[in-house]
Structure formats: structure tokens, C-alpha cells
């Protein structure tokens, strides 16, 4: 039940740096990459859902519908999912992909820095033709994880105050999300302030640097919000700010997502207190979007111009690049390099 596609576009999404210094395990050798778009160049037996020539996304979050998650409403963990186990395969335990006869893995059943790749059907949606695929790459996961971050799973409402830890592509997404549930105030926070002109430009009411104060950002998010916001994201992937988005929102009735992937096997210590007051700490992947189902909505929402995506892109480059789009995402000088082939 495969899929394999040309490749047209990829993005360079924090995750895959995540791969490449370990602080998100998989077996390797590796083929990272998973924020992509392409064309189906054939199928396998039993594919229905995509033919040769429609223009696709691939998920790595899959979606089979089947599932325990799949059923359930308002998850989407799917059972299926390589993240549950890393074994670097497709479903069916093989991998399509070789070196001078040595078997490569597959990152999160998508591996989309290559030409061509091979996905599970369950990995893959199809969109509509007219949508630009250098553009709607991003909706394979720092767009919709963001914008779903804000939309889906903290429910923001109308009028709210939110605030954003990490300006990079998904924070930014988030900002996006939280414009469009109708924030009355969000308020971007990081490090590196040369990401606070297009936080604003998307959505952002304030932004701030915790190296301007000398308390804890979250006691300065507390003062200026009249005792904490109502939604906070954390989407770096730091433990220590973790903590400090949760701190961060309103003790009787502030949520706060865990967003950004935390370095691999660590734990953190909070004072459960922090929850017992009535605050709700959640986390999702992708989201919380069903990827199947919801991706061509998010397509289509793009091409009726109910959000904008290129602003993140800062940088498209040919794919043989590809390092020269790593260094600007670490030296903080891009949001979203997009590779073309
Ligand atoms: P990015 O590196 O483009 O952005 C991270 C931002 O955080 C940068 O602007 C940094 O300057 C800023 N930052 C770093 N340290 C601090 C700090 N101590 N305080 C404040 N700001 C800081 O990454 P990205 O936007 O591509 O991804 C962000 C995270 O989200 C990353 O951990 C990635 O792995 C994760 C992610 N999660 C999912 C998911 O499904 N949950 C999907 C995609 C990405
Ligand atoms: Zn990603
Ligand atoms: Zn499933």
C-alpha cells in the first residue's frame, strides 16, 4: 500500500535539525526531511486514495483511519505512527531506499530530502492541482503545527491574550493561529529580536526578549497581563522555557501547549501546584490535525486566501544546497528555506 512520489519541494523544519544532532533519535543511516509536497509517480497494489500525476503532500504524522487514535474525535497520534517506535521503516517493516547495497532508513515514513521517495498511503494527501507547491510545503508541518496549535488545540477565543515562546516558522504559524481565533493581544517572546518585525507583521501585538529583564519572563508575562494570559505556546523545545510558558498563563484558568520537541529522555520537575490551581498543560504533534482529512482543507483555506504563508519563507534555494539552508536556520538568519528540485 505505497506511494512513490518526485519530489518538487521541501522545507528545512527545526525537527530535522532535532535528527541530525540526536536530540530526536532514529536509526540511521537516515534519509531526513518531512515537510514537503510532490507529484505521485506510481502506486503499489491497493492504493485508492492518490494515482500517478496528483499533486501530494505527505504527513508524517499518518493517518489510518482505523485506528484506536483515528476513531477517536480529537486525536491523532495514530497508531501507526514510526514516532511510537522509530524503526525507520515503512509499515510493512521494509525500506525502499539503498546506499551501494546497504538499506537507508526513512525518517518518520516520509524522507523527503531526495528526489523521489516511497511513502505508506496512510502518509500521504492529495491536494488540490492549482495549489503552489513551493508554497503549501509548509502545511506539511510548520504551518499546520502551529496554526493548529492555536486553532485546534488550545481552542484560543476571541479577545484573548496569548503569548509565544519561539519566533521561528511554527511559532510564527501559531501567531497566525491565534490572529485568526479573533487574540485581542499576542505577545511574541525570544531570544533573538531580529524575529520580532515579521511577529508583527503577522499577528503579534508586543514582543520581548527575556535578556531585557532581570526576573523570569513568566513574572514579567504575569505583570503585564494582569496576573498571567489565557494561552501560552511553547514552541523552541527547551525544558526550562517549557516550564516557563506554563508559569506564564493565568493560574485558575490558563492553558499553555508544549509545542516545540524536547531533547530526547529528559524529564523536567514542576511544582504540581502549578496545576492544581486550575491550569491545563497540553501538548500535541501536528496540530492535533487529523493530517489526511485535514490537509487539503488547509490547502483550500490557503487558495481562499484565509491565511498567509509565504511571509515564512524567507529563503528558496536549489536543493543542492541544502547546507547552506541548515546554516542560515542555525545561525537564526531564515524562518522556512524552502529546497526546490
Ligand atoms: P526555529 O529554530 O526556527 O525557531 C525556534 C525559535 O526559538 C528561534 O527563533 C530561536 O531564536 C528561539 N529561541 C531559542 N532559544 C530560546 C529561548 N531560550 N528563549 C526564547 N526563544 C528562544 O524552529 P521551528 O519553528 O522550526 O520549530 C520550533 C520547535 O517546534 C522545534 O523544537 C521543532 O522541533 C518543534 C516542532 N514540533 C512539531 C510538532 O508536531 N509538535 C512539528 C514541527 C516542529
Ligand atoms: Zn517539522
Ligand atoms: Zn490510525
Redesign the pocket.
Known sequence: MSTAGKMVATGI???DD?VIAGTIVSPLPVIPGHEAAGIVESIGEGVTTVKPGDKVIPVFNPQCGKCRVCKHPESNFCLKSDLRKSKGTLVDGTTRFTCKGKPIHHLLGTSTFSQYTVVDEISVAKIDPSAPLETVCLIS??FS?GYGSAVKVAKVTKGSTCAV???????LSAIIGCKAAGAARIIG????KD?FAKAKELGATECIS?QDYDKPIHEVLQDMTDGGVDFSFE????LD?MVSALASCHDACGVSVI???PPDSQNLSMNPMALLTGRTWKG???GGFKSKDSIPKLVADFMAKKFPLDPLITNVLPFEKINEGFDL?RS?KS?RTVLTF
Do not use: E, M, Q, Y
Open positions: 523544519c527545526r525537527s532535532h508541518c510548520g503545527t515562546f519561539g519566533l521561528g516558522g511554527v511559532g517572546v525570544d531570544i533573538n524575529k527575556p514552541v523552541i523545545g527547551r522555557t509545542v516545540g520537541v500535541a504533534l501536528f536556520l537564526g524562518i
